[in-house]
Every structure is written in structure tokens, then in C-alpha cells.
Nanobody, 126 residues
């Protein structure tokens, strides 16, 4: 059974940091594009960041660029999202996803991802 399991969410004050992890199981994801998306309260799901299969290329939403860093460890079948200088508007449920498309537009589109985790809540207080 293929599974993506996120962890590391929680409550943090504005300006603080969190590191999300997404552990994959059931098959290797070393050839997949991995992405992070989030769903803020009352809003649609939105793209956060994506990383190529090798980890050599990344894309970020403008709202998180310079504050968030996506990385992966293919040996551990795990992808990470380091979130620094968190803001109240970063409050959301964060999801990791795996897909086979790579590109500036395709990696930002949730429809190009085949596997999804259950999500982890991140709450940033002001």
C-alpha cells in the first residue's frame, strides 16, 4: 500500500520555525516530483513548493520564497519543508504529494500529483 505520511506540524508564534517531514512507503519515490501544498482555513488548496526527483531543482510560491526550503532524501524516501519566519497567513493544513510531471507550470498544478498524504496542521499565532 502506497502511503505518504506528514509530520512536524504544530502551533508556533509568528517569526518561529517548523520543519515538516513526509515519509513515503509502499514503493520508492526517488523518481517522482515531490510537492507541498496547503489549504488555509476557508480557502482552496494552494501550491507551496516542489522539488525534482534529484533534488537539483525547486519551485516555490511567491508567498513563501526566501522563507521556506524544500529538500529530499531519496535514501530515506522522505521529503522535507523547512519553514522559517512563519506568519499568521501561513496557517493551513499542509499536504505532501508525489507525481511524475516536472516543470514550472506542471509542478504547481495539484492535478499532476498522484499520491497525497493526509495532511498536518500548522497554526501560526500573532
Amino acid at each position: 500500500q502506497v502511503q505518504l505520511v506528514e509530520s512536524g506540524g504544530g502551533l508556533v508564534q509568528a517569526g518561529g520555525s517548523l520543519r515538516l517531514s513526509c515519509a513515503a512507503s509502499g514503493r520508492t519515490f526517488s523518481s517522482d516530483t515531490m510537492g507541498w501544498f496547503r489549504r488555509p482555513p476557508g480557502k482552496e488548496r494552494e501550491f507551496v513548493a516542489a522539488i525534482s526527483w534529484s533534488g537539483g531543482s525547486t519551485y516555490y510560491a511567491d508567498s513563501v520564497k526566501g522563507r521556506f526550503t524544500i529538500s529530499r532524501d531519496n535514501a530515506k524516501n522522505t521529503v522535507y519543508l523547512q519553514m522559517n519566519n512563519l506568519k499568521p497567513e501561513d496557517t493551513a493544513v499542509y499536504y505532501c504529494a508525489a507525481g511524475s510531471s516536472w516543470g514550472n507550470r506542471s509542478s504547481r498544478n495539484s492535478r499532476n500529483y498522484d499520491y497525497w498524504g493526509q495532511g498536518t496542521q500548522v497554526t501560526v499565532s500573532s
